[in-house]
């Protein structure tokens, strides 16, 4: 690994950039009134972050005025892994945070939302709007007879009414749940029906691609199978009415009805996410109202330095978690920006032309975004409108060292480029972000302020300069409070703290450098072991993927009965590539040259597509399955996977080697 002399960053914020921060002006107020250093920049507050964890939050508390309608007891009880308790005794809605900025009479015409789709049609909703609609459907749903703990439920997409629902289940005390109206009723029902539902929110259908796609026999299905609902709610995105039973939208939200916010404890649910589950029944991960209040002011208004001035658009669906981190720009008074639709319709520039046209100034997408725009060869910073972006960040897998070079080059070189790791089971980031840091190509700029971010070896010994598993030494507030129906704790426990008890194990490669930076390389559950050498898969795409006849990859590690190992990289070519020797030997001289010797694939492995969760990622581990025996049902959850056919080829490919 490349040690700070070695290089030079590729963007560096200049010094109004970093006095201006957000994060520059609370470590001065915590140096001044909670012993923070004064001194040192971002490396000695986040270690002082860590050293003084309670501190550190009482602080976070305080810089972003957290009203606790009863006050704390202490800032952590328990500070064991899992179990650990935050703001005891405290008492607090995030409905009431995220809807501050609407009592501000400057600020009650200004815009809480912007609702673009596949039209480029901008609608906004003010803030003084989106307070009256969540007062309004937070009174029916109290009429509905929701209380606090009751869970509520959104088939929808990316648009305001799906903000509207959410803000009024958990000012009610309700816990939110939501799927993307391009899930099947399978996929839906492995989730909603862990957590039994008493209300579904749902649409009529969903625009996608310059199509409709109509979703009533869904709905029909969803009402048939979730035998806990009392009512649905029909959203008629598409026009049509109301099936039988269902209650109208517009008359939910009709009344001007000031919000009631139910206070509740620190700890009570906010809402439940879920694991992509391709190898069982998804994970329901609980977090609380509480501790996603804290930990997304941290992160949103010091790490992403979001303010009321700013404009938040990050491309997501409400199936993913990201959905929720943007809807959460609302707690720093930020603009959120809603997309519903494709993100390459009706070509790939899309994206960039929503930022242009709703001034954005942080626009979050994937990395497998960036990437393809490199590959289609747009010119952003050429073709729109960018001087608003200040940040482009992305998440969902590791942006490759081109893709840092490609937003330098092609979007502007004054840009921050901030790339993001975290996960569902804590809806926030581990590292990332850090707006008085620089960037350097491949790298993460720091670990997160609060988290206690390791790389260890299996001995749970700490490595730098190291490919090492990712833990987490201390507790964070937004870690899960618990899974739903996992009465004993034992699945929560199983899933994170069986190898290092007591710490987090997240299930990723990383390395920290020595400048305090972080380079991820994938998951280790699915890690590349040969002669005793690890490395991530995201190392192999992000060489294999430079070469323009390949689409996208698979890479598989298989230890085989007789004790050898079969290395096979499954390969999606583009449109007119041909798999033949000079292409198979182009690829493992790319992986010999830039990464090792030892990690050139044994077979190069033409295959019609690669397989993803619903939410984008490349399933690694049931295709590794499938490859050993295992039976396709027992292999992978056919509700998790975007095209199940796809798998059908590994299954045979298994049969052949049988």
Request: charged share 20%.
């Amino acid at each position: 690994m490349t040690s700070a002399a070695d290089e030079a960053p590729l963007w560096q914020p200049g010094p109004d950039r970093i006095a201006a921060a957000a994060v520059t002006r609370f470590q001065s107020w915590a140096a001044e009134h909670h012993g923070a250093p004064a001194e040192g920049g971002y490396a000695s507050l986040h270690r002082w972050s860590v050293d003084e964890l309670a501190t550190f939050w009482k602080a976070v508390a305080e810089w972003f005025d957290v009203r606790f309608s009863t006050p704390y007891e202490e800032v952590i009880g328990d500070r064991s892994m899992p179990g650990a308790t935050w703001f005891t005794g405290a008492t607090l809605n995030y409905a009431e945070h995220a809807l501050r900025a609407s009592e501000d009479p400057l600020r009650a015409d200004a815009p809480a939302l912007i609702h673009v789709d596949e039209t480029h049609t901008q609608v906004p909703t003010s803030w003084s709007e989106l307070r009256r609609q969540v007062g309004s459907l937070a009174a029916e749903l109290r009429a509905l007879g929701v209380t606090p703990g009751d869970r509520v439920s959104g088939y929808l997409p990316n648009i305001p009414q799906a903000v509207v629902a959410f803000l009024a289940t958990a000012a009610v005390g309700g816990v939110w749940t939501s799927c993307a109206p391009d899930f099947g009723a399978r996929s839906v029902l492995d989730r909603f029906q862990q957590v039994e539902p008493v209300v579904l929110f749902t649409v009529d259908g969903y625009r996608y691609g310059g199509k409709e796609h109509h979703r009533a026999d869904t709905v029909a299905e969803l009402r048939r199978e979730l035998p806990t609902l009392r009512a649905v709610v029909h959203i008629p995105l598409l026009g049509t009415e109301a099936p039988e039973g269902a209650l109208d939208w517009a008359s939910l939200v009709a009344a001007d009805t000031e919000p009631v916010f139910e206070q509740v404890a620190f700890d009570h649910p906010l809402w439940v996410l879920y694991s992509s589950g391709t190898t069982g029944l998804p994970k329901a991960i609980v977090q609380s109202q509480g501790g996603i209040v804290v930990e997304h002011l941290k992160q949103l208004g010091l790490h992403c330095d979001l303010g009321p001035e700013d404009r938040f658009f990050w491309y997501t669906s409400t199936g993913w978690m990201m959905w929720n981190f943007l809807v959460s720009g609302l707690l720093t008074g930020a603009t959120v920006v809603l997309y519903d639709g494709s993100p390459g319709y009706p070509d790939v520039s899309a994206q960039w032309g929503v930022a242009e046209q709703t001034g954005a100034t942080l626009y979050g997408t994937s990395a497998a975004y960036v990437m393809a725009c490199r590959k289609a060869g747009i010119h952003p910073g050429r073709d729109f409108d960018l001087s608003r972006v200040q940040c482009v960040a992305t998440t969902g897998s590791p942006l490759p060292p081109d893709g840092f070079r490609w937003l330098h080059d092609e979007v502007a070189d004054d840009l921050w480029i901030a790339s993001v790791s975290g996960g569902t089971d804590v809806c926030t980031c581990f590292a990332g972000a850090v707006p008085t840091l620089p960037v350097h190509i491949g790298e993460l700029q720091a670990a997160s302020l609060g988290v206690d971010l390791h790389s260890w070896d299996p001995a749970g010994e700490p490595l730098t300069g190291e490919v090492g598993e990712l833990v987490v030494t201390q507790p964070m507030p937004s870690m899960p409070v618990r899974f739903w129906n996992d009465p004993d704790g034992s699945r929560y426990h199983d899933s994170y703290f069986d190898v290092y008890p007591g710490v987090w194990r997240h299930g990723d490669w990383i390395t920290l450098t020595d400048r305090g930076s972080v380079v991820i390389h994938g998951r280790s559950d699915s890690t590349l072991n040969r002669q005793g050498v690890r490395m991530g898969s995201a190392d192999i795409y992000e060489a294999v993927e430079r070469l323009p006849q390949i689409r996208e990859s698979l890479v598989i590690g298989l230890e085989e009965p007789n004790g050898g190992y079969w290395m096979p990289l499954f390969v999606h070519l583009a449109e007119g590539a041909t798999l033949d020797d000079a292409l198979r030997d182009s690829i493992k001289r790319t992986i010999r040259e830039n990464l090792s010797p030892r990690h050139v694939p044994d077979e190069v492995i033409e295959v019609p597509g690669i397989p993803h969760t619903l939410t984008g990622k490349r399933i690694e581990v049931p295709v590794k399955r499938l490859l050993q025996g295992t039976a396709l049902e027992k292999a992978v959850n056919p509700g998790s996977i975007d095209n199940l056919e796809l798998l059908h080829f590994y299954e045979k490919l298994a049969r052949e080697r049988r």
